[in-house]
């Protein structure tokens, strides 16, 4: 699946770095706690959160994820989307909870990527 294959099926905006939005993914993790991020996801994955600050930019450049989705609408300040910008990571916003967020990529075909 395509970083705009995930956009499109949970309705999501684009904040930034569109030019990235072919890369492929293949899984998605939906977590608030970046620990369980580190410790769990293995795949190219897509993190879906509720977590508004740097650390999940960090989190997602140590874990090689190209797009972090903030779920319930939830828009990043300009310090994360510079922070978003400089490393390659598309970041999306889409007005979905998490549970749905997930069940929709999940129904889609797109599998977990966290344990």
């Known amino acids: 699946m395509l970083v705009s294959d995930?956009?499109?099926?949970l309705d999501a905006e684009c904040i930034c770095c569109?030019?990235?939005?072919?890369?492929?993914i293949n899984s998605a993790c939906g977590s608030d706690m970046m620990s369980d991020v580190l410790a769990?996801?293995?795949d190219?994955?897509?993190?879906?959160?509720?977590?508004?600050n740097p650390q999940v930019v960090r989190t997602a450049e140590m874990m090689d994820m190209p797009c972090v989705v903030f779920v319930r609408?939830?828009?990043p300040d300009e310090t994360i989307v510079a922070?978003?910008?400089?490393?390659?990571?598309?970041?999306m916003t889409t007005p979905h909870r998490m549970f749905t967020a997930c069940g929709l990529?999940?129904?889609?075909?797109?599998?977990?990527?966290c344990g």
């Open 44 to 52: 190219q994955s897509v993190l879906l959160t509720g977590l508004v």
């Open 40 to 42: 769990y996801v293995k």
């Open 105 to 113: 990529l999940y129904q889609n075909g797109l599998k977990g990527g």
């Open 73 to 75: 609408g939830k828009q």
């Open 18 to 24: 569109e030019n990235l939005i072919d890369t492929e």
């Open 6 to 9: 995930v956009q499109k099926i």
């Open 83 to 91: 922070l978003a910008k400089d490393r390659g990571i598309v970041l």
